[in-house]
């Protein structure tokens, strides 16, 4: 095993551990609100999260752009149809996804062009931008929660 795919599984588990306490005793209550009109709720970054790692982690790694698993629908970045439960299952799914991933690359399918929205890219840099990516959403997570116990300290019928 190379360094560099090493490397990408550390900082996978760094990002995944990270969310996991972010999401820690989550309530579906929390999902809905957000701290200005203009922001995105936990809902949305969700759907997000869930989409890059069942979808774009998957293109990645297959060098398929048009990858999209049976059934996953088009609107699924912010549908509010899709029920906490089937939300919570997709991340699970499109984590055990992009570990699996992970787990099968070689070190010459880091030097692979895919493509990024940005253009071609090599497998190894869309690979740690995709990861990046949650962390940086997983701050926006501990935001928003941190703001809501804060309010709910305030006013124990906030979001009840």
């Known amino acids: 095993m190379s360094e560099r795919i090493e490397a990408l599984k550390s900082f996978a588990n760094a990002a995944f551990g990270r969310f ?3 999401m820690k ?10 701290p200005d009109v203009e922001a995105n709720n936990i809902r949305w970054i969700l759907t997000h999260l869930s989409n890059q790692w069942n979808v774009g982690f998957q293109r990645t790694f297959r060098g398929d752009n048009d990858y999209k698993p049976a ?5 699924y970045v912010a549908s509010k ?5 089937k939300l919570m299952d997709d991340l699970n799914r499109g984590r055990a996804g992009v570990l699996e991933g992970l787990n099968k690359l070689k070190p010459a399918d880091l030097a692979i062009e ?5 253009g ?3 497998r190894y840099d869309r690979l740690i931008r995709q990861m990046s990516e949650i962390i940086h959403h997983e701050g926006q997570i501990a935001y928003i929660r941190g703001v ?3 309010k709910a300290k305030k006013d124990t019928r906030f979001l009840s």
Do not use: F, Q
């Not at 059934?71 to 609107?75: A, E, I, K, L």
């Open 148 to 150: 809501i116990a804060r």
């Open 81 to 85: 149809t899709i029920t906490y439960s």
């Open 25 to 34: 005793d989550i309530k579906e209550s929390e999902l809905e609100w957000r």
């Open 20 to 22: 996991d306490v972010s």
């Open 120 to 122: 071609p890219v090599k």
């Open 114 to 118: 895919v493509m990024s929205p940005s």
């Open 71 to 75: 059934g996953w629908p088009d609107d």
